[in-house]
């Protein structure tokens, strides 16, 4: 099969054919492989996973991954029939992966990254684009395919999983398309190309209604806490801290002191007099846990 795919070099084997197979390129080819991250603002990452294993496996893991952890479908009903809705178009998601594994520069060593945010992704890859296309108008008109590693495109051509004309633009357009969503935007760089994916605005409405409901419910939740603190807490301090421990549940006893002015061991003696008097709870450990007033007692 190697030898068919032409992935021999005088009874060696070559770089393509480690990357597309081997269970861990890594460890001959640094950066191969492909990072995810989910942020809430450009500086706030909250969690992040790395995809390893062979290239031709690392694209449908990144896309379950992405699909089932990154992403949630909000859901609509047209009639009694349930849809949910992502983001992005999931076949046009793979078709701008399976790109960015393809043409990739490995050279540089370094992975590919995808940042997802609640209403855009993020693909960036150290590929290389031909002069000629140079713009997102010019990617999604005719063109050649010229793949940057010919031998691994070879690869995944025939596995099916690429076309060798250059229809995966055409593809993505059509997908885009049928799901009445942006077509992707293309940054295309010296240093790399970043491709900005964005939902339709059906999506951006069910999004829209979601956060209102949620900031609806948060509203209504601190007001029930606030009312019960004031009625079940008299010390001041007590009610300073519980307010503090409402915005921000993994707040530390050092930031609580900070903010209202009292030694760390003045606030520690504040909560555990709360839990003693069952109003305060610690959930999980002592690194990583949190706080919940328990305003139902």
């Given at each position: ?34 990072k995810?991250?989910?942020f ?5 990452l909250k969690?992040?996973?790395e995809v390893h294993g062979?290239l ?6 990144t896309?379950d991954?992405?699909?089932?952890k ?30 960015a594994?393809?043409?990739k ?12 945010y609640e ?28 793949p940057?590693?010919p ?8 596995s ?5 004309w ?6 993505i357009?059509?997908v885009?398309?049928?799901h ?8 295309i ?8 994916c964005?939902?339709?605005e ?5 999004l829209?209604?979601r956060?209102?409901?949620a ?15 004031n009625?079940?807490?008299e010390s ?5 801290i519980?307010?503090l421990?409402?915005?921000?549940p ?10 209202i ?13 709360l ?12 690194k990583g846990?949190q706080w919940v ?5």
């Amino acid at each position: 099969m190697l030898e068919n795919l032409q992935l021999y070099e005088n009874d060696n084997l070559i770089r393509a054919a480690i990357m597309a197979f081997y269970g861990n390129p890594g460890k001959w080819v640094a950066g191969s492989h492909i990072k995810i991250g989910y942020f809430v603002t450009d500086s706030d990452l909250k969690f992040q996973d790395e995809v390893h294993g062979s290239l031709i496996e690392q694209v449908d893991k990144t896309v379950d991954l992405v699909y089932q952890k990154y992403m949630k479908g909000l859901i609509y009903y047209e009639g009694i029939q349930r849809i949910d809705k992502f983001m992005f178009p999931k076949d046009a998601f793979r078709e701008i992966l399976l790109n960015a594994v393809v043409h990739k520069n490995y050279s540089t060593c370094n992975p590919i990254q995808i940042s997802v945010y609640e209403d855009k992704i993020y693909i960036w890859n150290d590929g290389i684009m031909p002069k000629e296309l140079s713009s997102t108008e010019k990617l999604f008109e005719k063109h050649s395919s010229r793949p940057f590693n010919p031998r691994l495109a070879g690869v995944f051509f025939k596995s099916g999983m690429i076309e060798a004309w250059g229809r995966s633009f055409d593809k993505i357009k059509e997908v885009c398309t049928l799901h009445n969503t942006p077509l992707p935007e293309y940054d295309i760089q010296s240093t790399g190309i970043m491709v900005l994916c964005k939902p339709n605005e059906k999506y951006m409405d069910l999004l829209r209604g979601r956060n209102a409901e949620a900031d609806n419910d948060k509203e209504f939740v601190d007001k029930y806490v606030d009312e019960f603190v004031n009625k079940c807490v008299e010390s001041e301090v007590q009610k300073s801290i519980l307010r503090l421990i409402q915005k921000q549940p993994t707040i530390s006893a050092k930031t609580i002191a900070g903010s209202i002015g009292m030694s760390p061991r003045g606030v520690q003696k504040n909560i555990d007099s709360l839990k003693r008097l069952g109003i305060l709870e610690r959930v999980g450990p002592a690194k990583g846990g949190q706080w919940v007033v328990k305003s139902s007692q």
